[in-house]
C-alpha cells in the first residue's frame, strides 16, 4: 500500500463509466442546505453564475488505515488527497475561467475541516453526511465496508443547473487540469 497520500501508484485501477450520472446533465439542483467547513451551510441551486463541485469518496489521513485492506485496488477509490490539491493549485485559475469550486464527500464537517487545515485547501468542503443530496440526485456511489461514499465525479453547475458532468473521473491528480480546460473551452 501506497505510504504517502499525495503520491499515487503506477497501477491504480482505471474506473469504468457504469452509467451512473448519465442522468445528472441538465437536472436542476434541490433547495438542500449542506454543511460547509466555512461554517453554516450552502444551497447550491440558489447560488448565481458557474460553480465546480467535485466529489470523492473520502480524504484519507496521514498514519490512519483506510476503510478497506484493499482500498487501493477498489477502482476510483484512492487519490483524493491529490486530487484536492490539484483544485487547491488551480483554484486561481479557475475563479479566472468564472467558477466557484466546492468540494463534495459523505464525510462529516469536522473531518473535512481537519482535511482544509491540513491541505491548505482555499475553498469550503461541503458534507453530505446525511446523504440528502445523494439521494434527491440519485448520485454514484460505492459501498465500503458498510459505509456508503460517494464515487468520484465533478458537476459544473451554473444558476442551479447541472450544465456538464465529469465521470468517471482518473486520474484523479490531473482532474483539475481537465475541469480548467473544459471551463476555458466552454465560457459563461
Given at each position: 500500500m501506497s505510504k504517502n497520500l499525495l503520491e499515487l501508484p503506477a497501477d491504480l485501477p482505471?474506473?469504468?463509466d457504469d452509467g451512473a450520472?448519465?442522468?445528472?446533465?441538465?437536472?436542476?439542483?434541490?433547495?438542500?442546505?449542506?454543511?460547509?467547513t466555512a461554517g453554516g451551510a450552502i444551497v447550491l441551486s440558489r447560488l448565481s453564475g458557474r460553480s465546480v463541485v467535485y466529489a470523492y469518496p473520502r480524504t484519507g489521513v496521514p498514519g490512519e488505515a483506510s476503510?478497506?485492506?484493499?482500498?487501493?485496488?477498489i477502482p476510483g477509490a484512492r487519490g483524493c488527497t491529490p486530487q484536492s490539491c490539484a483544485f487547491r493549485?488551480?483554484?486561481?485559475?479557475?475563479?479566472?475561467?468564472?467558477?466557484r469550486v466546492f468540494g463534495l464527500s459523505t464525510q462529516d464537517t469536522a473531518f473535512q475541516r481537519a482535511a482544509v487545515e491540513r491541505l491548505h485547501l482555499p475553498f469550503q468542503i461541503l458534507s453530505d453526511d446525511r446523504l440528502e443530496l445523494t439521494r434527491a440526485l440519485d448520485l454514484p456511489v460505492m459501498v465500503v465496508a458498510d459505509v456508503t461514499l460517494m464515487k468520484?465525479?465533478?458537476?459544473?453547475?451554473?444558476?442551479?443547473?447541472?450544465?456538464?458532468v465529469f465521470y468517471p473521473v482518473f486520474p484523479p491528480d490531473r482532474h483539475a487540469e481537465a475541469v480548467l480546460g473544459w471551463l476555458r473551452e466552454n465560457p459563461a
Open positions: 482505471v474506473p469504468e450520472a448519465a442522468h445528472l446533465n441538465g437536472m436542476r439542483f434541490p433547495d438542500i442546505a449542506l454543511p460547509s476503510l478497506d485492506e484493499n482500498w487501493e485496488m493549485d488551480h483554484h486561481g485559475e479557475l475563479g479566472d475561467a468564472g467558477a468520484r465525479f465533478t458537476l459544473v453547475i451554473r444558476d442551479g443547473v447541472i450544465e456538464h
